[in-house]
């Protein structure tokens, strides 16, 4: 008797169902997962444009170096508060000319304060992106090796006590060392010292006036930010200095 031939199920095989169950699934997934990535893409371009603009924290800051090495301490403020603060910013044209004026009536401000007390041999200022810089040399205000403030060095300070008595604008306060290693009980190496300097300026001047702590913010760079070429006994001596940064109105603490 011969045998009757089964013939093949209609339809896909009973796997593709599952399959095609399986690839369906993992669509709608992906779907989800790109719909809740989405960004507001005209409010990123407006945040890019804005940094482009004002070189926040990339272009024209004084001493600008890789935070992960950077020895800073804030006067009480939040700093992702400030770095929010400064992505809301964004500005038109006419307030970034305003900016530009502002700055150049701050450094007007500035060096006639240092001509009027005869400090412009001690004291130089030149202004930047985010305000005004003021640069005192180490031999004015230290020892060498040390933090603490010589009693020469006090009227200097006093005199910078009084031009910020009469502005509103935020500080920072940078210390800077030369190359030359440092390894003393006090300061390991030439981040503590740097950070230490800076952090006695800054409570000389609060402790010389009316000032709010939040104000100001201190930052030790060591060696990492020299002006000149460590090469020479003159040029170790300019890149020991102590720099302050009166920012700009518009700018908080970066």
């Known amino acids: 008797m011969k045998r009757r031939e089964k013939k093949p199920p209609k339809g896909s095989p009973a796997w593709m169902t599952t399959y095609s169950d399986m690839i ?18 005209a409010r990123f371009e407006a945040i ?3 940094f482009r603009n004002r070189n926040v924290l990339f272009d024209g800051s004084p001493s600008t170096i890789d935070f992960e090495h950077s020895y800073e301490s804030s006067g009480g403020r939040d700093q992702d508060e400030f770095s929010e603060l400064a992505k809301e ?10 900016n530009q004026k502002s ?9 006639g304060f240092l001509e009027e007390h005869q400090l412009q041999d001690v004291i130089s200022a030149n202004r930047t992106d985010q305000g005004v810089v003021l640069i ?17 060095g006090e009227p200097f300070l006093d005199k910078v006590a009084l031009l910020l008595s009469n502005i509103p604008n935020y500080v920072r306060v940078e210390g800077h060392t030369d190359n ?10 030439n981040w503590e010292l740097s950070g230490a300097r800076a952090s006695s300026v800054i409570r000389y001047i609060i402790d010389s006036g009316d000032f709010a702590e ?17 090469n020479s006994s003159e040029n170790w001596q300019k890149n020991r ?9 518009s700018q908080g603490l970066d």
């Open 180 to 189: 030359r290693p440092i390894s003393t009980e006090q300061f390991p190496s």
């Open 24 to 41: 369906t699934l993992l669509l709608v997934f992906f779907v989800l997962l790109f719909s809740m990535s989405q960004i507001d893409v």
């Open 89 to 98: 910013n964004l500005f038109d044209e006419d307030q970034l000319a305003q």
């Open 136 to 152: 005192l040399q180490e031999r004015i205000l230290f020892d060498t090796a040390e933090a603490v403030i010589k009693p020469e």
């Open 214 to 230: 939040e104000r100001f913010i201190s930052s030790g760079y060591g060696d990492t930010q020299p002006i000149v070429p460590n």
């Open 241 to 249: 200095r102590v720099e302050i940064i009166i920012l700009e109105l």
């Open 48 to 50: 890019a444009e804005s």
């Open 103 to 111: 700055l150049e009536e701050l450094l007007a401000e500035v060096e």
